[in-house]
């Protein structure tokens, strides 16, 4: 089980509504809780409309006691929500691949594997790894277990930002041209319309998405400014 600390993102599945709190079960981390106030931001008149039992939630860690955790869904980014999803899902078709291979053995396999490390993070290093495996199944399973890896195309995630971009100058044309020049780190930038823009960067999963594109965004704006020319960000 994974010590939880304030500002964790963690999935949750909604057990019951008492009132205007909802109880929750944190994966793999226990029981926590949800007031009405956290759900979503303004007033809430249902909650049912938000939540419902046996629901998947994705929450944020707000305080960690004794014996419970207190939790936002309001505060949750939609980044963070898709990233924790993404995650969510390769652990699953990790689990998927043991199960294939070790069958009923799998479970408890996967639980010694997550002692150490995340278990799509643990298989996708024993593609160059194989010997990693057979600590915990014969060398045989090991090579079935890679083989599938192999043969198991990822799917790649995409990440989009829109941003404004505007130059008084006589030559604001070729200026916004030098700044958009990104194309050695492999971003795509679309023009939308009146100056505005669509940054798009795809990666192997969220967390080296979002890298990629916060950075783009950061070179941007740098550029922006050395050019003289008027950076905005779309909000999220």
């Known amino acids: 089980m994974k010590e939880l600390k304030e500002g964790d993102v963690v999935l949750c599945t909604v057990e019951k509504i008492v009132g205007t709190t909802v109880f929750v079960r944190i994966e793999d981390n226990g029981q926590g809780s949800i007031i009405v106030s956290e759900i979503a931001p303004g007033r ?27 939790l936002s869904l309001r505060r949750v980014v939609e980044g963070e929500r898709k990233e924790l999803l993404d995650k969510y899902e390769k652990e699953k078709n ?14 408890a396999v996967a639980e010694k594997i997550k002692k150490e490390s995340g278990l799509n993070e643990f298989l996708q290093n ?33 990440i989009m930002r829109e941003f404004a971009l505007k130059s008084d100058h006589s030559d604001g044309a070729k200026r916004i041209k030098r700044i958009l020049d990104l194309s050695i780190n492999n971003e795509n930038i679309k023009y939308l319309a009146a100056s505005k823009f669509r940054l ?14 916060n950075n783009a965004v950061k070179e941007i704006e740098k550029r922006a400014k050395q050019e003289q020319c008027d ?3 779309k909000e999220k």
Not at 94 to 107: D, Y
């Open 94 to 107: 990790s689990l998927s691949i043991l199960k294939s291979v070790l069958s009923e053995k799998a479970l």
């Open 200 to 213: 798009s960067v795809t990666a192997k999963d969220f967390k080296e998405a979002n890298t990629k594109i």
């Open 44 to 70: 809430i008149r249902n909650l049912r409309d938000y939540v419902v039992p046996q629901k998947k939630i994705i929450c944020k860690v707000l305080r960690v006691g004794r014996d419970y955790v207190n």
């Open 231 to 233: 950076f905005s960000l």
């Open 126 to 158: 024993c593609k160059s790894s194989p010997e990693k495996l057979q600590v915990y199944m014969t060398k045989e399973q090991a090579e079935r277990v890679c083989k599938i890896l192999a043969e198991k195309k990822e799917k790649k995630v995409e």
